[in-house]
């Protein structure tokens, strides 16, 4: 089945040790989201790839990087890790809105990060 | 960022009720989404709408896109265990972005 892969599912790290969360799809989709959730809020986007095109939020950290070697693969980088970073990481992707007018946006099922 | 206006944002229902949640914005949107998420899970999309006054079904659930396209709708018929969760909407605009506004999540709980 296409789906959205997360690994590792939970990520212990410590206290501004960097640590990388990677995704990967099947869906061949040319979008893809990486999104911050804290406990019972909404999922808060950080940036997403449209292609190769990085657009990232104004509010985003610059402690959070990305990469996106190829279509398939997006990894997420946070560089100094703090208190505050504990989250639940969401990956998602969609095809391009302007294809056939679908947005919808397919999660992996996540990457719970705690830091010590 | 912009968030979407949930209600309610909880529910504590019995096995076998219905189940009523919406979704309110103060500017217009194109698509509406509607996900569940499971503890400790990523969301899961139940039903896209894409036309203002669209109603789509997904076996129990039903949601209504609303016409004046500020709001959405969502009915759970007939609750089971499973239903429990958080239930997110989620909302596009017509500004050609790939960007979604999700809602603030409704938790439901059913009491035994």
């Known amino acids: 089945d296409a789906m959205v892969i997360q690994n590792p599912r939970y990520q212990v790290t410590q206290f501004g040790k960097p640590v990388t969360l990677s995704c990967s799809q099947t869906l061949n989709h040319n979008v893809m989201y990486w999104y911050q959730q804290k406990s019972s809020q909404a999922p808060k986007l950080l940036f997403h790839?449209?292609?190769?095109?990085?657009?990232n939020e104004a509010d985003t950290p610059d402690n959070f990087q990305s990469r996106r070697p190829n279509t398939s693969f997006c990894f997420l980088d946070i560089r100094s890790p703090g208190l505050g970073d504990a989250a639940m990481y969401l990956c998602?992707?969609?095809?391009?809105?302007?294809?056939?007018?679908?947005?919808?946006?397919?999660f992996g099922p996540g990457t719970r990060l705690t830091v010590l | 960022g912009q968030q979407l206006n949930q209600s309610p944002q909880s529910m504590f229902i019995q096995e076998g009720e219905d189940v009523s949640m919406n979704c309110t914005s103060s500017s217009i949107f194109n698509t509406w989404l509607w996900y569940k998420q499971d503890p400790g899970e990523g969301p899961v999309l139940l039903i896209a709408?894409?036309?203002?006054?669209e109603l789509t079904s997904n076996g129990r659930l039903t949601a209504q896109f609303g016409i004046t396209r500020k709001d959405s709708f969502l009915n759970i018929s007939a609750s089971i265990p499973s239903d429990v969760g958080i239930y997110f909407c989620?909302?596009?605009?017509?500004?050609?972005?790939?960007?979604?506004?999700f809602g603030t999540g409704t938790r439901l709980t059913i009491i035994p």
């Open positions: 709408l894409y036309k203002a006054g």
């Open positions: 998602a992707t969609s095809k391009p809105p302007g294809l056939g007018g679908v947005v919808e946006q397919f």
């Open positions: 989620a909302g596009k605009s017509n500004f050609g972005n790939e960007k979604l506004t």
């Open positions: 790839y449209y292609d190769k095109d990085f657009n």
